[in-house]
């Protein structure tokens, strides 16, 4: 196996060099050239073992293994029931590497070697987001027909904090965490690394690390292209990745230490009233494009319902972050259709969440999130109808009804 990878690295080299680049990609070889820079990267625990041998890695305290509790609800019971349920996470770290290459807009990491770092990308792969036009540069390293190092070489010490996707959610339990782990890189050598964020940061990205006490001065926007760097700070990914498919192969790396981190920070940095919360809340989606996610049919209704509890609809896209805080730190029953603004619900002190899902599509995020944390979910499944929700309104008011008493 070994050998065969090799060749095949061999042979996507000399085709490169006699033919070029797109003449590569048009071969098929290119197709396969992943597997080679994917054996050859550099792990989780390799990295560790070479940070650890230059005494360059820093340790937090480790976690103790999480538990997900059985739902009481059939429906969602059966659903879950393939994913696992016990997770034990890795200790977490920060290290330097030195000598490195970080290319793309996701500011992928390669050793002075080409060898890539598994570290600096959530998935098994790098995505094709995180590339873009410096993706013939990634496989040319990758592949070690590209050495040469980038003259831009300006930082002795990098950390990039660019979330691969699109989604709130990603960014808020993958990503913004690592600001903790590299606090303690500070507290522990007195040294503090350029932050790299993302090219023309999205307002979420701007106002968390603003709230988290990251204002703009404090980070650098990342040019999307290639950079030397004396030294690359990493710390532990966690991903957050189901497999719907086949869940018992999902990537899901939960932290509780993370969300409560996340918690602290936020509210830390916000005024609000302790005593209040007990409102009743409905995260509307009905703003939202329809590709991110489904509408509900009769929501006029189901508006009128969460009125008769004192309850009110609020669209979080026309909220700044801090005000999305300060609503969730006030409430007591937090009611929405599966999305990433129910994440808030961290910032709730032992909320009701209600999560509404359409009976043909029910996912594990938001669960997992309330079990971690401690709260009373009880979910809502839905009929629907040309891929929107039609709620049945007297089981809502039913559901409603008895969970009021909670808060």
């Avoid at 995505?127 to 036009?133: C, E």
């Amino acid at each position: 196996m070994l050998n065969r990878t090799i060749s095949i690295a061999n042979k996507a080299r000399r085709h490169y060099l006699e033919n070029g680049f797109k003449s590569l990609v048009e071969s098929g070889i290119y197709n396969l050239v992943q597997k080679p820079i994917k054996n050859n990267s550099i792990s989780r625990k390799e990295l560790k073992k070479i940070a650890s041998d230059r005494g360059r890695i820093w340790y937090m305290d480790q976690e103790e293994n999480i538990t997900i509790s059985s739902l009481s609800d059939d429906k969602l019971k059966k659903e879950f029931k393939s994913y696992p349920k016990r997770y034990s996470p890795d200790q977490p770290f920060i290290c330097e590497l030195q000598e490195c290459i970080i290319l793309g807009p996701g500011a992928i990491g390669f050793s002075e070697k080409g060898r890539l770092i598994e570290e600096t990308f959530s998935r098994d792969f790098p995505r094709k987001s995180s590339l873009k036009s410096k993706k013939f540069d990634f496989y040319l390293r990758g592949l070690e027909i590209k050495n040469k190092s980038p003259s831009n070489y300006c930082y002795d010490a990098v950390f990039p904090i660019i979330s691969e996707f699109h989604s709130y959610y990603h960014w808020m339990v993958e990503y913004l965490p690592k600001l903790r782990f590299l606090e303690h890189y500070i507290e522990q050598t007195q040294k503090s690394p350029i932050i790299l964020v993302e090219s023309n940061p999205r307002d979420f990205v701007i106002e968390t690390l603003d709230l988290a006490g990251y204002p703009s001065d404090m980070y650098k926007e990342w040019n999307e292209l290639e950079l030397q760097v004396q030294n690359l700070i990493v710390s532990i990914h966690r991903p957050h990745q189901f497999d719907y498919q086949n869940p018992v192969k999902s990537n899901y790396n939960p932290s509780i230490k993370d969300l409560i981190w996340l918690r602290e920070r936020m509210l830390s940095n916000t005024q609000y009233n302790k005593r209040k919360n007990n409102k009743i809340i409905y995260i509307s989606r009905q703003e939202v494009p329809s590709e991110r996610g489904r509408k509900v049919v009769n929501f006029k209704s189901l508006i009128d319902i969460i009125h008769e509890f004192g309850g009110e609809s609020y669209v979080l896209e026309e909220m700044e972050f801090e005000e999305q805080v300060k609503l969730f730190a006030e409430s007591g029953m937090i009611i929405g259709l599966h999305g990433a603004g129910l994440l808030n619900m961290i910032f709730a002190d032992d909320p009701v969440i209600v999560e509404i899902f359409p009976s043909d599509v029910i996912k594990p995020h938001f669960y997992f999130i309330a079990d971690m944390m401690g709260f009373t979910y009880e979910p809502f499944v839905s009929d629907s109808k040309n891929e929107e929700l039609v709620i049945d309104e007297g089981k809502f008011r039913d559901h409603i009804a008895t969970l009021r008493s909670e808060i």
